[in-house]
């Protein structure tokens, strides 16, 4: 059963814009955290933004004033928008879900692909 889909990835030059989207099922949907994470090569996977119940957000100080993490209740999504995007964020992106900061997570998907040239 997929229960995370990730979409809207793809190559684009520095300074451009792309918007992720991630379709949950409603049950991870109705998780208290919903945020985007993205692994490099080489490197760990890394909170980008998370979206509270509540509405509070957190971004990753690399990201701050270029991401924003929104949702559509009605359409069970969360979606990513990212402007002036920099090579250095090239990376594999994914959403998850979590009840709480010292929750675990669900299981990863296939993520999508974020590749920006310089």
């Known amino acids: 059963q997929v229960q995370l889909v990730e979409s809207g990835g793809g190559l684009v030059q520095a300074g451009g814009s792309l918007r992720l989207s991630c379709t949950a099922s409603r049950s991870i949907f109705s998780s208290n955290f919903m945020g985007w994470y993205r692994q490099a090569p080489g490197k760990q996977r890394e909170l980008v933004a998370e979206?509270?119940?509540?509405?509070?957000?957190t971004y990753a100080d690399s990201v701050k004033g270029r991401f924003t993490i929104s949702r559509d209740n009605a359409k069970n999504a969360v979606y990513l928008q990212m402007n002036s995007l920099k090579p250095e964020d090239t990376a594999v992106y994914y959403c998850n879900a979590r009840w709480g900061e010292l929750a675990d997570f669900g299981s990863w998907g296939q993520g999508t692909q974020v590749t920006v040239s310089s």
């Open positions: 979206l509270t119940s509540g509405g509070r957000t």
